[in-house]
């Protein structure tokens, strides 16, 4: 192949690798925010699009208490481990 073939094809190559990680990053982004959009629905109990102070709180308390497995009012590094494992959602958590 000649030089110039050469260069032109490294020069295709290197941009559909950022062509594809420019869609890669897309997707990314709207991973990210339908999982806000979802996560802020899940907690807005009264559907004002908004989360209040009281909401956050609520919604801490009910994680807490979720990952407090023993209920001893603390949560540990193993609780975390193993019962913050279950907060993920199916596609995020790590495999068995």
């Known amino acids: ?20 990680s420019a869609a890669d990053r897309g997707l990314i982004q709207e991973r990210i925010q339908e999982h806000l959009q979802a996560r802020i629905k899940a907690m807005d109990s009264n559907g004002d699009g908004a989360i209040s102070r009281e909401e956050y709180l609520t919604n801490a308390e009910k994680q807490f208490q979720r990952l407090d497995s023993n209920h001893d009012g603390k949560i540990t590094q193993e609780e975390m481990a193993t019962t913050g494992q279950n907060l993920l959602p199916h596609d995020e958590r790590e495999p068995d």
């Not at 192949?1 to 594809?20: E, Q, W």
Request: net charge positive; charged share 5%.
């Open 1 to 20: 192949m000649r030089p110039l073939n050469c260069l032109s094809l490294l020069i295709c190559l290197s941009l559909a690798s950022v062509a594809a």
